[in-house]
Every structure is written in structure tokens, then in C-alpha cells.
């Protein structure tokens, strides 16, 4: 494993980290507690040292199962966490990956700092995120007041937020980027899904001039091959590495997916779609590589300096090993840099309406 230093802190994260979603929320399968934890043992003997939760997974059970997994070895581990989610009150309406009530009051996010800090068994928590934001909390002052105070108090040692849930929320990211400058931003990116990630991205390495300018302003992003550096402190953790499995490289026309998956719901021509654009990435695979699909799609988001670590989708030991040793591997040549994202640009060769993004995604200009 190899381990990254978080831009603007004192913290070295493993490039690979493990998302507590896929054990803790049954959205993945379902673990016993015994199961999970062995995971994360073995998560831990393979080199992560990242464990990123959120309060509302399965109510508080992911970070119950950090504090069971490694009861000694809290100066060993990274432990980032969510807040945002009213599950205090509505935990039990949820179905699904469904939404329920959030509440970034000062007062409401104190509180859950408080209880996240309780089941975590822990004094301050390395990287807490405001759970999937909206233009509302990047705009208030007493919520980000409300951080830099629980980080004085050491409740806290560095903050940012994820977006989400879903694929989207480009101003959202680009404004707290640039407003902010946290340390932190959790969102979707992966070599087929790179917008709006390039953009977010992209905010980093340059300020807008005024509230009303657009991404055309930011600098021009080219993945892993940038040559100014970044002028903000934001380093991202990405999820969704394999977009939804595809970039794993195990589909089949012939897959069908459980009921209870998420994936089932997605239209056939999603699964068709994808088989075709990987077919254009096999110059990444093979024996002259020594790379998996997998491990290459993981390369890939390292190449840019501006990651801090990858959080893909693991919920079973194969993937865990085959994930965990992708730093290892052959790196992405700058070549390859090119060829990907020249057929990124023509959409991997394939003809499909364009996606359906959540959040802001064009700048209401003001006249005048």
C-alpha cells in the first residue's frame, strides 16, 4: 500500500481506503457484525489505514463497527465521518438508499459531532464531512463558524463535505471549493463519469474572479497531467471508483442483478452502454500490464495529485486483495493519460442521451 499526505495537514492516507457503506447499510449484501469486522481487519493487515462512515449508515452502526474493529489502534487508523442526516428522529422512515430530513443547524450538528464521537469510542474525529450539501450550507457562515470551533476544540482536526447522493451538484462543489477551501470533498468521479468531477477538480487549481463566473473560467483540467499546481487546499476522496461495478470489468450482456440492487433499477441499455466503452479501455488490461480493469481504474484517479485516497465499493475479500494492490501495479503512463481521455471526449465511442445530474448545474446569471 501506498499512503498520500493530505494536502495543508498532518495526515498520511492510504490510497486506497474503505467506505463502511458496502458492511454497514445492506445495501451491498448483507454482513454479520462478525463478517464486517473481519473485513476490516483484513482491510487493515493489507495497509488502509482510511475508514470513512457516516452517522446515518445503518444509524450509527458504521462507526460502531470502527470502534469494535480496532479497539487499540486508534493511533494507527484515519477515521472520517458525516453529518447532516436527521436519523435521530426520522431513521426509521427510511427505505432504501432513500433520502431522509437533514438538519445543518449549529446546535444540530454539535449534537451528532457528540454522539458520532460516542459510538466511534474516540476524542476527536480526523476528517468529519457535511453529508451531501446543498447551496444553502456552503452560504452559511455560522455552520462553517460551527466547524472551525469544534476543530479549536479539538472535537475535529480538519472538515469538508460530500456530495450527493447521486451524480451531480457541479456549483454546489465548485462554490464550496472556492468559498471555503476545505480540506476535504467527497464526490462520484471514475475514468467513464468524469463530469462533473473534472470540473470540481479543475476549481482547485484556480479562483473564480466573482460569485457569477462559470466553470469556463476555471483553469483548463487535464486529469493527472496539469502543470501549475494547485492554488486551494481541497484534496478529494472519490467513491463510486468502478461506476457501479462496470469498471470492474465482470459484466456481461447476460448479467442480471438481484432485486434488492441498486443496479436493477437502471435501464438495460445503461448495462449494454458500459460493456461497449470498456471494450475501448483493454489496452489497459493484460499481461504486458499486469493490471486488472479494476486496478487500472484506480490508477487512474491517483495519477492526479489533487486525490488523497480511492474508496471503492469492497464487499468481499477477492476485491479487497485485488484493490489493495493497485498501487503496486505498473503506474498509468502519460500516454495512457491521453488515450483516455481523448475517448472520454467522444464518449468511448458509443452514441447515448446525455445523463441525468442532480443539484446546480448551470449558473443562473443575474442581468445587470
Known sequence: MKYRKMRKTDLNVSEIGFGMWTVSTGWWGKF?????????????????NLYD?????????????IAKAFPTQRDNIVIATKVGYDFY??????KGQREI?????????????????????TDRIDLLQLHNVHHSQIEDDALWQTLDDLQKEGKILNSGA??????????EGVDCIQRRNPIVMQHIYNMLEQF??????????????SPQSTVDDLPEFKHGQMEIPPQLDTSFLIRVTHSSGMLEGKYTEDTVFAPDDHRSHRPRSWLINGIKKIKTLEFLTGKETGRTLGQASLQWLLTEPTVA?????????????EFCAAPEKNPITREELVK????CANNFGVTEEHGRYKGTMEREVVAG
Open 340 to 343: 483516455i481521455a481523448d475517448l
Open 309 to 321: 485516497s480511492c474508496l471503492p465499493n469492497i464487499y468481499n475479500e477477492e476485491q479487497l486483495v
Open 89 to 94: 428522529n426520522h431513521g426509521e422512515n427510511r
Open 101 to 121: 430530513p437533514q438538519d445543518f443547524s449549529p446546535a444540530f450538528v454539535r449534537t451528532a459531532v457528540d454522539h458520532a464521537l460516542r459510538r466511534l469510542k
Open 32 to 48: 454479520t457484525e462478525g463478517e464486517a469486522i473481519s473485513m476490516l481487519h483484513k482491510a487493515f493487515d493489507l495497509g488502509i
Open 53 to 65: 462512515a457516516a452517522d446515518t449508515y445503518g444509524n450509527g452502526y458504521s462507526e460502531e463497527l
Open 196 to 209: 462533473p468531477g473534472n470540473q470540481l477538480h479543475a476549481a482547485t487549481y484556480g479562483r473564480l474572479n
Open 162 to 171: 460530500a456530495l450527493g447522493p447521486a451524480i451531480g451538484w457541479l456549483y
